[in-house]
């Protein structure tokens, strides 16, 4: 099994800059089978969707209406992903969800973060 915490969600002027990290935890083995790290974000009324991924390559997709102002990374060894968000603009206001994937299909979803672009 394998949990999932965000953490770093907050209130943030427009221009402003949030990093928000993702732990993950729990079996070794299970963990050492994700081969996709995820933020998706959902806001009031609205579907989740995909902001960022990175998966076991390091390759990266952003969503188009963060390119450039978002970036994704992960920290193998600490076992920690992070989305640096910056040049937030009112519409990125959301919660923010940490989704890990591993190769066999199974999925983990985080309880999610607030995030808050206002002035």
């Known amino acids: 099994q394998v949990q999932v915490v965000e953490t770093g969600g907050g209130l943030v002027q427009p221009g402003g800059s949030l990093r928000l990290s993702c732990a993950v935890s729990g079996s070794t083995l299970a963990i050492n089978t994700i081969n996709e790290r995820v933020w998706y974000r959902q806001a009031p009324g609205k579907e989740r969707e995909l902001v960022a991924r990175i998966n076991r390559g390091g390759g990266v997709d952003y969503a188009d209406s963060v390119k450039g102002r978002f970036t994704i990374s992960r920290d193998i060894a600490k076992k920690m992903l992070f989305l640096q968000m910056n040049s937030l603009k009112f519409e990125d206001t959301a919660v923010y969800y940490c989704?890990?994937?591993?190769?066999?299909?199974?999925?983990?979803w985080g309880q999610g973060t607030q995030v808050t672009v206002s002035s």
């Open positions: 989704y890990v994937q591993s190769q066999y299909g199974r999925g983990f």
